[in-house]
């Protein structure tokens, strides 16, 4: 009787065992539902978006400072390639 027992006490830590992985299995899976749900409400509800005026005037600004960076770092370029032909000139 005694083995029996401890089969059936085995058994039972088994189920339980079972039954939280289960359980921890189904709370992962609400966390994602909720980050999920919680995500679209703060999407939705929360969040201000840009008007196609705002939108347009931004996509002007950043094409015109992605420009001059872009001038400037070719002057550099130009300059640095300058001074290295009259440090080392070609043969």
Known sequence: MGVLYGVDIVQKNVKDFQKNDKIEKINKEMKIVNYLKESYEELVHKTSWPTW???????????????????????????????MELMFPAV
Do not use: K, T, Y
């Not at 005026?53 to 420009?67: F, P």
């Open 53 to 83: 005026q705002e939108l347009g005037n931004s996509v002007v600004v950043v094409s015109i400072a992605s420009l001059i960076i872009a001038f400037v770092v070719f002057l550099m370029d130009a300059v640095f390639n300058l001074g």
